[in-house]
């Protein structure tokens, strides 16, 4: 079983690694992508080991079901429900969870499934194509205040307001037959690249205006922060105590959530200085450690981001499911 040409998985063996794979564990690759992860962890399990992996992605479910082994099954299903579909197979704990976060290569190359700006294609995004509308659905009804607060919120966009207004701008006009409907990639990035040569702006080398826009549309219709946040929540029980946690991130929306699901909550944690200074408690369930703490970062080498481009931004960060 050799990964496809088409797709490099990103920081496979730091991955591997961190999670520190047992022959014998359950582990779950719950982003399958074209299954470079999933194939290095089955590589590294005994007879006895078990691996289920879970992707949004019709396309990658069916990838994922022509992989013959009896260690091996895949879900059409989302992190949310990973606690349930976990006891629907009769799991209660893992040894390991592994994610790479974001939109996979196979999604960004095809330019049907619409998350590239470089390739025209319908303006879609879905990760799921039968889940929620599509972005051109979604942009066709949204107001400016909505959308702006998405470009700002998931995209860090510095011209929010001006491509927000944009878009809603051709959107209205095209419902009242005065321009085309809104519905390709391309015409989105175009959209957005008139409001950046309009306000006189710099683009960086190798960077396109669109980029932030598609970035938080896509954030935004698939609901990407708030599974990553289930995720979060679930992973300390799902995990055995030691169990590892490996999550790949592309940028600081996800990173931020990731680091600080290891550290306490400021009110929990001046709590806990307080009674240090001024009281003598007996151990209890208050000083005990954050359920997850980090134990590993790193970022791809340079060989590997020279003949991967998308590890360039990846950041792996490894949690242990602490004892409580």
Aim: aromatic share 4%; hydrophobic share 40%; net charge neutral.
């Amino acid at each position: 079983m050799t990964p496809t040409a088409a797709h490099q998985p990103v920081l496979l063996e730091e991955s591997l690694e961190g999670l520190a794979v047992k022959p014998d564990g359950v582990y779950a690759d719950l982003t399958f992508g074209r299954g470079g992860h999933s194939r290095g962890l089955l590589a590294r399990l005994g007879p006895a080991g078990r691996l289920v992996a879970f992707d949004r992605d019709p396309d990658a479910v069916a990838a994922g079901q022509a992989i013959q082994d009896p260690r091996f099954e895949i879900l059409h299903a989302t992190f949310s429900t990973l606690e349930q579909r976990l006891a629907s197979l009769g799991i209660a704990q893992l040894d390991g969870l592994l994610a790479d976060l974001g939109v996979s290569s196979p999604q960004l190359d095809e330019a049907q499934r619409g998350f590239s700006f470089t390739r025209d294609g319908p303006l879609d995004m879905r990760m799921d194509p039968a889940d929620g509308p599509s972005a051109a659905q979604w942009l066709s009804d949204v107001d400016v205040d909505e959308l702006e607060g998405v470009l700002k919120d998931h995209g860090d966009e510095r011209y929010s307001g001006q491509i927000a207004r944009a878009i809603v701008s051709r959107c209205k006009a095209a419902a009242r037959g005065e321009a085309e409907p809104l519905l390709r990639t391309g015409e989105l990035a175009q959209v957005v690249a008139r409001v950046y040569a309009k306000k006189g702006a710099r683009i960086s080398p190798g960077h396109h205006p669109a980029t932030r826009t598609f970035q938080a549309l896509r954030i935004h219709l698939n609901r990407e922060l708030d599974e990553l946040e289930a995720l979060l929540a679930c992973a300390p029980t799902i995990l055995r105590p030691g169990g590892r946690l490996a999550i790949i991130s592309f940028h600081s929306l996800e990173d931020r959530r990731v680091k600080q699901s290891s550290r306490l909550p400021p009110i929990e944690r001046h709590a806990r200085m307080t009674r240090a200074r001024f009281a003598m408690l007996k151990p209890d369930a208050s000083t005990l450690p954050p359920p997850l703490r980090e134990i590993s970062r790193a970022r791809a080498s340079a060989a590997e981001a020279r003949t991967n481009p998308r590890a360039r931004s990846a950041v792996l960060r490894v949690l242990e499911a602490t004892q409580r």
